[in-house]
């Protein structure tokens, strides 16, 4: 009958199966699983630094106040952290700081509670009219996070820096670049510099440092 019958074509038989699969208990916690949330503790943090409470230092810069915690501080910067537990500046109240704008060190601090920056800022700081690149708030807080020892704070500055690179530009980011030991940021300009620029470009970028003029000079060579 099998031979006869219209199922057996060419001397060969398709059979078409539907299995049925009983999910176990260990397949079962995939289809029941419970959602965690994202890390909040960058806005308690954030809140902490808002509402001062149990502040236990004041900075002044600039002639403004900047209320902030020391074991907070202490945590993210190893700076901080000998300056307040090794130093001189553990009992003091209020410290001085003569060498940042009050809107730089409130960034940096905004960072430290928060491990994020406000990028509405540094877009305007690029977009602003500033003659030069070590204007911008994002090249003063790349100095900020050198001088305080805030590696991802150096980084996030890296990566909206390199953005921005020109051929206009690409020299004088890169001497801010190795000012401030900013080494991923200093090999996107070299290789920027080795893609685009001419010999004689390259030369004419460098013109106004001499620390750029030797490192594309050595990157040449190489």
Same mark, same amino acid.
């Given at each position: 009958?099998?031979?006869?019958?219209?199922?057996?074509?060419?001397?060969?038989?398709?059979?078409?199966?539907t299995?049925?699969?009983?999910?176990?208990?260990?397949?079962c916690s995939?289809?029941?699983?419970?959602?965690?949330?994202?890390?909040?503790i960058?806005?308690?943090?954030?809140?902490?630094?808002?509402?001062?409470?149990?502040?236990?230092?004041?900075?002044?810069?600039?002639?403004?106040?900047?209320?902030?915690?020391?074991?907070?501080?202490?945590?993210?910067?190893?700076?901080?952290?000998?300056?307040?537990?090794?130093g001189?500046?553990?009992?003091?109240?209020?410290?001085?700081?003569?060498?940042?704008?009050?809107?730089?060190?409130?960034?940096?601090?905004?960072f430290?509670?928060?491990?994020?920056?406000?990028?509405?800022?540094?877009v305007?700081?690029? &977009?602003s009219?500033?003659?030069s !690149?070590?204007?911008?708030?994002? @090249?003063?807080? +790349? =100095?900020? #996070? *050198?001088? /305080?020892?805030?590696?991802r704070?150096?980084?996030?500055?890296? &990566?909206?820096?390199?953005?921005? !690179?020109?051929?206009?530009?690409? @020299?004088k980011? +890169? =001497?801010? #670049? *190795?000012? /401030?030991?900013?080494?991923?940021?200093?090999?996107?300009?070299?290789?920027?510099?080795?893609?685009?620029?001419?010999?004689?470009?390259?030369?004419a970028?460098? =013109?106004?440092?001499?620390v750029?003029?030797?490192?594309?000079?050595?990157?040449?060579r190489t």
């Amino acid at each position: 009958m099998l031979e006869t019958s219209d199922y057996l074509k060419d001397d060969c038989l398709k059979i078409n199966c539907t299995v049925g699969v009983v999910v176990s208990g260990i397949d079962c916690s995939r289809l029941h699983s419970i959602q965690v949330p994202d890390s909040d503790i960058g806005s308690h943090f954030g809140m902490l630094l808002e509402n001062m409470e149990g502040s236990d230092v004041t900075f002044a810069v600039a002639g403004e106040k900047f209320h902030a915690h020391k074991l907070v501080l202490a945590a993210r910067s190893s700076v901080f952290r000998s300056e307040f537990f090794d130093g001189m500046e553990g009992d003091k109240q209020e410290i001085a700081v003569t060498d940042m704008e009050p809107k730089v060190f409130k960034a940096m601090l905004h960072f430290m509670y928060r491990d994020a920056l406000v990028d509405d800022e540094l877009v305007a700081s690029s &977009s602003s009219s500033a003659s030069s !690149i070590f204007d911008t708030l994002t @090249a003063k807080l +790349l =100095a900020a #996070a *050198d001088r /305080y020892d805030l590696g991802r704070l150096r980084r996030m500055c890296e &990566s909206h820096l390199c953005k921005d !690179i020109s051929v206009n530009s690409v @020299a004088k980011t +890169l =001497a801010l #670049a *190795d000012q /401030y030991h900013a080494i991923e940021l200093k090999a996107v300009c070299l290789r920027f510099a080795a893609e685009n620029l001419a010999g004689d470009e390259v030369e004419a970028a460098a =013109a106004s440092s001499f620390v750029t003029r030797a490192l594309l000079s050595h990157f040449r060579r190489t």
